[in-house]
């Protein structure tokens, strides 16, 4: 429908401009112009320019959410083994797919001057991811092991996660660019699997020789 495009094309728009100027530098007015819509196009979509920047950042957060889901897991299935697919899912979310530069820019900037988007990227997205995870870490460390331990490591399997989304730029040009594009994400996904279930004990470390294709174990020896 025509309209359903309007709205996408401001939204579109609007990220393009908040990535580049913020959320002070925006107007309603140049947004609209971009976006070839009336300029009352933002307040009949989104209600006013703070709703249609919290939407602009909730669209660069989680826009592949529903395109990636997370596995269903039985219970059956390990911990370690968990911990791989969650790993590989965030990943794909993050990689696997040529996303809008804005939506980088947009995220970058958010954080650097954290507003009102913050909360309800947090609340709407990352909470209920971090939740899945921490109940996968939870039967990986020692019971009864507290927040101040478990949140630290969940950030640690994340942060590696986000290098490779954030500093790609960086990490190509320090290893060379034609290595780089040689690295899979099924091999990044395991060698983050693997560095951290070594850190927690359920795996050899990466210093010690491994035959190829070694996978680590799901419980400590």
């Known amino acids: 429908m025509e309209t359903d495009l309007t709205k996408a094309r ?3 728009a609007a990220g393009r401009i908040f990535a580049e100027r913020g959320y002070e530098g925006a107007t309603i007015r140049d947004i609209c112009e971009a976006a070839g819509a009336n300029i009352g196009a933002v307040n009949y979509y989104f209600g006013d320019k703070k709703n249609l920047y919290i939407t602009a950042c909730s669209e660069a957060q989680c826009v592949r959410e529903g395109e990636v889901p997370m596995p269903e897991w039985n219970e059956a299935v390990p911990p370690a083994d968990r911990l791989r697919d969650f790993i590989r899912t965030f990943l794909r979310r ?13 995220m970058l900037r958010e954080l650097a001057a954290p507003t009102e988007a913050c909360a309800h990227v947090v609340e709407g997205y990352i909470r209920p991811m971090a939740m899945v995870l921490k109940e996968i870490i939870a ?9 101040e331990v478990s949140f630290p490591v969940g950030f640690s399997i994340v942060g590696q996660c986000l290098f490779y989304h954030v500093h790609q730029p960086i ?3 320090l290893m ?27 795996g050899p470390p990466l210093a010690q020789p491994q035959a190829p294709g070694h996978r680590v174990a799901n419980s400590p020896d």
Do not use: C
Not at 139 to 147: A, K, S, V, Y
Not at 181 to 200: C, K, P, V
């Open 171 to 173: 990490a190509s040009r």
């Open 94 to 106: 993050l990689l696997e797919e040529e996303r809008p530069a804005w939506h980088r820019q947009l």
């Open 10 to 12: 401001v939204l579109e």
């Open 176 to 202: 060379g660019e034609e290595a780089y594009a040689q690295l899979s994400l099924d091999q990044l996904a395991e060698h983050i699997t693997s560095f951290s279930l070594a850190a927690l004990g359920y």
């Open 139 to 147: 039967e990986l460390l020692p019971p009864g092991t507290g927040d």
